[in-house]
């Protein structure tokens, strides 16, 4: 990728990004993806039950209470008004399960296709672009996820991710800073926002 390309990208979307309003987590890759299993949700009142479960993960006491809130918000994320949605994502798991990615590809961009405000397709998406090192397709995935959802831990995550991967550790130590307040108890976040606290601003004296 060209810096000609990263830096006016990663300016437009880290400022949507730092802008915008206010997991042990699964990771493929280092890339924060759903746990396997996750509780039972209505489909009813998903924008309020987000609200409630984001102002209940910010104010978890401690990580174990901070995980079962987490699973909470996957499992709203995950299921989709769509039964034609929900009924591909099982062909994309299983066709990543196969190591068939082209096809979980496909299926993904069906979904974002028929049901464009689904974030999780968007997600399973970047992902899948990410393992295969293709940060410019992830990046501009992870950029339609935060305009959805921008308190999206794990979009957020996996941009800081990207963008270490690329050198830009100042702006990925601002994001894993958003994605922190987001969810305080994001696992490791914390010890990469000292070590590239200590890289980009120096040590205290």
Request: proline share 6%.
């Amino acid at each position: 990728m060209s810096r000609r390309f990263r830096l006016p990208l990663f300016a437009a979307l880290c400022g949507a990004v730092l802008c915008a309003p206010g997991t042990a987590l699964a990771q493929k890759d280092g890339f924060v993806q759903a746990p396997d299993k996750l509780p039972r949700v209505s489909r009813a009142d998903r924008l309020n039950d987000l609200d409630f479960l984001f102002g209940a993960l910010k104010a978890a006491p401690d990580p174990t209470a901070a995980k079962a809130i987490e699973d909470r918000i996957w499992a709203v994320w995950i299921v989709s008004p769509s039964d034609t949605a929900n009924l591909l994502m099982t062909r994309v798991k299983t066709a990543v399960e196969g190591k068939d990615l082209d096809l979980a590809v496909k299926l993904l961009d069906a979904i974002v296709a028929i049901k464009p405000d689904y974030v999780e397709a968007w997600n399973r998406r970047a992902t899948i672009h990410y393992m295969r090192k293709d940060f410019e397709r992830s990046l501009a995935d992870i950029r339609q996820i935060l305009a959805r959802e921008p308190r999206h831990f794990g979009a957020l995550a996996g941009l800081g991710l990207i963008l270490q991967e690329l050198g830009d550790d100042k702006r990925a130590l601002d994001i894993y800073r958003k994605a922190l307040d987001v969810h305080p108890h994001l696992p490791r976040i914390p010890e990469l926002i000292k070590t590239l606290t200590e890289k980009v601003e120096g040590r205290d004296i």
